[in-house]
Structure formats: C-alpha cells, structure tokens
C-alpha cells in the first residue's frame, strides 16, 4: 500500500490528507501517520467504499502495530462504516451498477480526468517508479482525493435523503420512491398503443378483429352476415327438470290464525348443476307459490319452502364454477364460457366474480378459524411473495403446517404483521433469513436448503478461494448424517438430538478461524450469527429442517398470481386469498376441494373426519342456497 487518502468534514471545509510512500518500507510509516491523524479528530467515523479497505484495515493492522485499545483510533476501525454495504439492496441509484464512479456520477460530481480509472492508477505507479516524474504522482493523489470527495457527496447524499425522510422511512419528495411499490414493467407483454394523435388512434381501433367483422365484413360478406345474424337470435328459454307446488300454510306466522286469502301466484326459477357418479347434468327447479294476506293482523306473507333468498342459481353451479377457478386456475371469462357451452347457460364473467365474492364471505369464518388455528399451532413455517395489485404492488404472506395453509395479503414487506399475529404464537417458526422474522420471540428453524443453495452460489463464484472452499465443506460433512438420520428414522428428536455434540464441535472449530477471505469472512459470520436457529430441528420432534411446506404452498399462489396479471384490486386478491387457502388446505388434508364445496360444509376438519371410511357422496337434486351477494345485477339472465 503506497497512498492513504483521508478526507475530513465535507464542503469547501474539508480537509484533505495524503499520505504516500516512497517505497514498501515505508507502508509502516503512513500507516502510523493515518492513526495519528485518527486521535486527533474528536469522534471520528471511517468510511469507505467496498471491501478493499474492509482488507487494507485489518491486514495493517496485523502486519504493523494496532492501536492501542480503547483508542479513539481504535474504536474508528472497529467500527468503520462499509457505505456500499448500506446501500446495497436498500437504496437504488439510476445507474446500471453500484459502483462509485457511477452514482457519484448520477449525483452530479466529476473526476477532473474522466478517463482516470484504477487500472491506469497502476500504470502511473509503475512510471513514478521508472522515472520518479512528479506529473504521475500528482496524478494518483488528484485521482485518490477526487475518490475521497466522490465518497463523501454519496454519504451526505444518504443523510440528505434520511433527514427529509417520514416515519415510514420514505422521503415526502418526489425524488425518491419505495421500491417494494414499484409495479413490475412488462415491455414485451400485449397492452394497447399509446398514440400521439386521437385521429391516429381512431384509425387503429379500426383495425381490431371484431371491428373488422362487426362493421366491415359483415357489410360485403354473405358468411359473415350469416354468422353474425345467428348470434344475434334470441337466448333460449330453459325448461326445467322439475316443478314443486308449494302448498299452502297451516297459519299465519305472526299471530297463528288459519283465516288468510290466497294472494298473487307467483314462480321462482333456480338454476343449478346436478353431479352424479359419473357426470354433472344442468338441473332447473321451478317453483310455483301464492302469497297471502292474513284476515287478523293483515300481515303478508308466503310459504315456508319459498325462503330460499333472492338469488336464482343454486350451491352446485357456484361450487363448480369456483373448481374451475380456484383449483384449476381458469380465467373467469373461460369459466363463465365453459359453463355456457356444455349446460346452455347464459353467464359472463361479472356472474362468476359474484360467484367469488359471495363464497370469500361465506368461507370467511373457515379462514379465519384456519389462521387462528396456525397462530397457535406448534409449528408454523411462513413465507411472503409479491403480487402486482392494480397499479400497485404488495405482499402475500404464506403460513403453513402440515396439515393447513393460510394466505395473507399486506401493502408492504414490513414485519408488523408478523408481530400481531404471532403474539402469542410459542411453538416452533421455520422461515427464510428474512430479518423481519428474527423479530419473533419464538424458537426458529431457519431453512437449511436457502443456507446451502447460498453457500453453493459462493463457492462457485469463488472457485480458487480455498478458505471458503474449507468452510463450505465443514459444513456440508456437518449437515450430510443428519439428512441420513432424517431419512432413515424421520424427525424424531430422540435420533437427532446424537448430532448436537458435532454441532458444538464445529463451531468450536470455525471459532477459532480467521479468514482473510472476505466472503469466507461473511459465511463465518453468518453461520455464527446463526448458530440458534440453524439446528433446532435437532431439539423438537417433527421440526423440518427446510421451509419446503411454505415454499409448496407459494407455488399455487404463483400460478394464480399469474393469472391475474395485476389486474384484481386490493378486494378481489383478498377474497382470492381466502379461497385458496380452503382449497390448499384441502390438498394437505386429503380432501377433495369440489367435494367440500357442493357439501356446504364450513369446517375442513369435521368434514375430512366424514369422509373418513366413506365412499363419495353425490348432492341431491335439492340445491343449497346460495348467499345473498351472488345475486346477477339487474338485466343478467342464465
């Protein structure tokens, strides 16, 4: 090491200090000069830029004399401040990398040479030493303040940012954004043009499929015209299966007189699906019934049989539609398509989002008791994805055990959920290394396969790293007979728990390590950090050592999110949600979905238990009623 740049204060204030050896005896001397300069700075804070510094501090330190504990000097280093390790994954300059240069760049500030780079630092050291020729030693000490200035603007750039910031963390202006909010730009996707002129726009709209065959062809082509005049024949009236005359009643309802007129007659349709061992078959009940007028109390009132709601399709077409939906993930408009086609219904999609909302509501109690049941299980793994939500974006939060899931929708990745759920949860968490579930006071299994999949990418990144190469191994040979205890005997504490002295013995040995890799360094201390919640699995009976049911029940979600395309609103995800937690908990149940759905069963557990020893049941021709909200707007017609 030849140059030691230090840059004190900031602004016109500031002072610059340079500190060059001639030669490599003369490293020792610079670097006393630098700690020198360290004492005599009241509270000093070391800042840098990558980990080339994180080496040059601590092989110094090793190679000269330390200073003296307790220092000011000492403390500086011990605690000097990595700013690319701050901002990294946290703060998102527009550049296309996080390099200095670059956002010091995108932050407005010059390097007097624009071409001064590091590799022709080295040139310019090698010519000084060649011909000692000031105009290249001037050259490294211009180009090394102008580093220690670019530095310094990124840093007071991020206090800027901090102290304009509100108490989410997001500064008020709009120069900043939350990157958890930004919608994911999809360039190559269809979407309309956007035109610069109407009449430009008027003219490509001329151009669509439909346009063209509703407006033009229809016009100068006798097929066309044939086609479109058949869609336009009116919709066939459905006959029903079968009429029920509801008879009249013994008595008045409100004062129990048996003197009351028979009033208007009147008819009521319901349309529904009959599934049978082998089919489902369209099934139209049609009711017949009179009203009455009571000759005490002049009360109105009809047939106990007639209070069926005000919704004319019955439990089984909903039960089917949301098969289709929920489980096998069919756009609402193809449902609504399919259910047209083979039963000769007349449904668009706005009936089947009906459909949607009034089962989320009617299951809502089912989700809520599956929640509570997790919150206070004792196992519980978790996991959070993303989901586009209109022009929006938010989380899915996924917990699990092995015999129920639950989904649960949030604005942001923020661990306050988590901390109002699992309040009093006491069982065992098993999650990512997310840090927002370190916050739980719980025991925790972090997932292993996250830890090796990482460990695997470093190695190989790092392929000639040899003391990463050791470390990753060590703890491979570590992990390697659990996973056979596991396989061989399951997740039974009383087999597992022979492995924690092995546990102890690793950790005495990478104790004593000292890396001088700095990414061996960072898996050292990772796995240190760690060490609680790494093999807790060991401790508990049927604690998995992966997050593999969380990470299972992302998947469906995934698809479904798929299928949306950021297009539901904060309401539809939720209800969504709601839904496919019934139905994944179904799955880990071993309960048919469809079968839960037409009994009108609420409770998951008491039906598996039914079913339990039976064959499958059908549904009777009877329908279920079906809640008030399904109920089709004014003018829609099956």
């Not at 624009?114 to 000031?134: D, K, L, M, N, Y």
């Not at 069919?330 to 449904?347: A, I, M, W, Y």
């Not at 050791?470 to 390697?480: I, N, Q, S, Y």
């Not at 005495?508 to 890396?515: A, F, G």
Request: with cysteine.
């Amino acid at each position: 090491y030849y140059l030691i740049g230090l840059r004190i204060g900031h602004g016109d204030s500031a002072v610059q200090h340079s500190l060059w050896a001639d030669t490599v005896e003369d490293e020792g001397k610079i670097w006393r000069e630098f700690l020198a300069i360290l004492e005599t700075v009241e509270k000093p804070v070391v800042i840098h830029y990558g980990c080339y510094e994180t080496s040059f501090l601590r092989r110094m330190g090793e190679t000269y004399e330390e200073p003296l504990e307790g220092s000011v000097a000492a403390k500086a280093i011990q605690t000097a401040v990595n700013l690319l390790s701050v901002t990294f994954a946290r703060v998102y300059f527009s550049t296309f990398s996080n390099g200095l240069k670059e956002i010091a760049g995108n932050l407005g500030f010059r390097w007097s040479d624009p071409t001064a780079t590091g590799i022709r630092t080295v040139v310019w050291r090698q010519e000084w030493e060649a011909s000692r020729v000031s105009a290249a030693k001037q050259a490294l000490l211009t180009y090394n303040a102008e580093d220690c200035a670019a530095l310094g603007a990124i840093a007071h750039k991020l206090l800027d940012l901090h102290d304009g910031s509100s108490q989410t963390g997001i500064p008020f202006n709009g120069e900043v954004v939350d990157a958890a909010k930004l919608k994911r730009e999809r360039p190559y996707s269809f979407k309309r043009n956007t035109f610069a002129f109407p009449e430009l726009d008027a003219i490509n709209n001329a151009a669509y499929w439909d346009y063209q065959r509703e407006r033009v062809y229809v016009k100068s082509n006798v097929s066309s015209k044939r086609a479109a005049t058949r869609l336009q024949r009116s919709r066939e009236v459905l006959s029903p299966n079968k009429i029920i005359d509801c008879p009249r009643p013994r008595k008045c309802p409100k004062c129990g007189t048996r003197k009351f007129f028979k009033n208007t007659k009147y008819t009521k349709t319901l349309f529904d699906l009959k599934f049978m061992q082998h089919g489902i078959k369209r099934w139209i009940t049609r009711y017949r019934y009179h009203w009455y007028l009571c000759q005490s109390c002049n009360t109105v009132f009809q047939p106990e049989e007639t209070r069926w709601g005000k919704t004319k399709f019955g439990w089984g077409i909903m039960a089917y539609s949301l098969y289709l939906s929920i489980e096998l993930r069919l756009p609402q408009l193809l449902v609504s398509c399919k259910l047209n086609r083979l039963f000769g219904f007349h449904l668009d999609s706005a009936n089947i989002g009906r459909f949607k909302a009034a089962a989320a509501e009617n299951y809502k109690e089912t989700y809520d008791a599956l929640v509570k049941r997790l919150c206070l299980g004792r196992l519980l793994h978790a996991d959070e994805t993303k989901v586009n939500v209109q022009d929006t974006c938010g989380f899915v939060w996924v917990f699990a055990n092995m015999e129920e899931v639950a989904y649960v929708y949030t604005e942001t990745r923020e661990g306050e959920l988590l901390q109002t759920m699992l309040t009093d949860f006491k069982g065992v968490l098993v999650s990512d290394f997310y840090a927002a579930y370190d916050a739980i006071q719980c025991p925790q299994q972090k997932c292993l396969i996250h830890l090796i999949r990482d460990l695997n990418d470093d190695v190989l990144k790092h392929p000639y790293d040899e003391e990463l190469k050791r470390l990753a191994l060590a703890f491979t040979v570590l992990l390697k007979p659990m996973v056979e205890t596991v396989d061989r005997y399951g997740l039974k504490r009383r087999f597992l728990r022979k492995h924690l002295s092995a546990v102890d013995g690793f950790y005495r040995r990478i104790s004593e390590l000292t890396p001088q890799s700095g990414i061996a360094l960072k898996l050292k201390e990772r796995l240190e950090k760690n060490r609680d919640k790494l093999f807790t699995f060991l401790s508990f009976d049927g604690v998995p050592w992966n997050n593999n049911n969380a990470e299972h029940a992302v998947k469906p979600f995934a698809k479904l999110r798929h299928l949306i395309g950021g297009v539901t609103t904060e309401k539809g995800i939720r209800e969504y949600l709601v839904l496919l937690s019934v139905c994944q908990t179904c799955k880990y149940m071993g309960v048919d979905f469809l079968d839960f759905l037409r009994s009108g069963e609420k409770d998951i557990h008491a039906f598996a238990e039914s079913r339990r020893g039976r064959r499958r049941r059908t549904q009777t021709s009877e329908p279920l009623e079906l809640p008030a909200k399904a109920i089709p707007e004014p003018g829609s017609q099956p």
